[in-house]
């Protein structure tokens, strides 16, 4: 059976002042039925409050206006919440409680001690457990709020990520990172020439301390490294990355499943950019702002962006000069961008039983 979601599309009818996105938003949350979810509850905002010069986060009037329609329903209290890191900088995005109407706390703590481990039995690969924010393990409502972008890593980023590399510790976003090696460098045959280095594209290698390092954040898989090195000292296996997006979406189904039917989404599809949040840096949008979508099922509303996005008119002045992108319009937009397909870690969450690909829009207009 199709999930039903909620859709505001950002583009107006008219030029009525309840056309605009704000007023749309409004009604967006009514059609929620927050009260039904949230009332006498405890609930957790996590979202993505961004870093350095990055400014295209979800924008505090949006998050004000949230806070606002869940007390409204009646919840019994609300935080936000997101990395230390994050939490430490977020007034330089507006972010304060005052403002959003809430507290805003480090995901795991101030010193990074409240969290709860849960072994990985098999491990996958060197994943041999998952460890979770307690803060947001000891709330009744997960509401996932979540800015839809593309990345480096994983092609892109929504309700999925922000779960997977923002509701753990720092210690398990490093051991997610540790699945994304594709490359492999052989010592023995290198000659150091550093012709791999200068000819990456993605200035994704480096040399330090005489050993090859590559930042897989970056790395697009492109195989040139590969075919300019004259000692055939690298290997490529593209595959790879689907191993961080398995070990994301086990991260996931691991919160979900202690949520089990209390979480709910919102995904904003403005701003759309190349590369995450994380990034501490803010480019132009991709395509035109699409809208906010809402739903009960984080498969559902991964699988609408996304379609929603490769729908979208692709303005290509957004990209850095040199960017290389894959000039096939069948694949998906980040797919083309960023070489690694976006439905992925969709695929693997519907797989493990997180809710289904098929959906339903319900127009907010
Ligand atoms: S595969 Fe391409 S992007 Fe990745 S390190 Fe090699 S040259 Fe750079
Ligand atoms: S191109 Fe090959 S031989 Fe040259 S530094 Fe890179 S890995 Fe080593």
Redesign the pocket.
């Known amino acids: 059976m199709a999930s039903e979601l909620l859709f505001a599309p950002y583009a107006p009818k008219s030029m009525a002042p309840d056309q605009c996105i704000g007023a749309k938003f409004d009604r967006l949350l009514e059609a929620f039925e927050l009260k039904k979810s949230v009332e006498n509850r405890r609930v957790v905002i996590k979202m993505h409050l961004g870093g350095g010069n990055g400014f295209s986060t979800i924008h505090p009037f949006f998050v004000r206006k949230l806070v606002k329609a869940l007390k409204a329903a009646g919840a019994e209290s609300i935080f936000i919440t997101d990395l230390k890191r994050d939490v430490a900088t977020a007034i330089d995005r507006g972010y304060t409680e005052e403002v959003c109407g809430c507290p805003i706390l480090p995901v795991c703590g101030a010193d990074e001690s409240e969290f709860v481990s849960f072994p990985v039995e098999p491990p996958f690969k060197t994943m041999d457990k998952i460890e979770l924010s307690k803060p947001i393990l000891d709330s009744d409502v997960l509401l996932d709020f979540s800015h839809v972008k593309g990345h480096g890593v994983c092609g892109f980023g929504g309700a999925s990520k922000n779960l997977s590399m923002g509701a753990v510790t720092n210690a398990m976003r490093q051991l997610l990172h540790a699945q994304e090696g594709g490359l492999e460098?052989?010592d023995a045959?290198?000659?150091?020439?550093?012709?791999?280095?200068n000819n990456c594209p993605d200035k994704a290698?480096t040399?330090k301390d005489g050993k090859?390092k590559i930042f897989f954040h970056n790395c697009k898989y492109c195989r040139h490294?590969m075919l300019?090195?004259?000692?055939?000292?690298?290997r490529i296996d593209r595959g790879h990355y689907v191993d961080f997006q398995q070990a994301m979406a086990m991260t996931t189904a691991k919160l979900l499943t202690h949520f089990s039917g209390r979480q709910l989404y919102i995904n904003m599809l403005m701003d759309i950019t190349l590369f995450c949040d994380c990034w501490g840096m803010t480019t132009p949008a991709l395509v035109p702002d699409i809208g906010i979508l809402a739903g009960w099922d984080i498969v559902a509303i991964e699988q609408a962006s996304l379609d929603l996005i490769g729908k979208a008119p692709f303005m290509k002045e957004a990209l850095p000069p040199g960017w290389k992108y894959d000039d096939d319009d069948s694949k998906h937009l980040f797919e083309r961008l960023h070489g690694k397909n976006p439905y992925a870690v969709v695929r693997l969450l519907e797989e493990m039983g997180m809710g289904t690909s098929s959906y339903s829009l319900r127009e907010i207009n």
């Open positions: 460098w052989d045959k290198c000659s150091r020439c550093n012709k791999c280095v290698m040399f090859l490294c300019i090195c004259p000692q055939q000292a690298i």
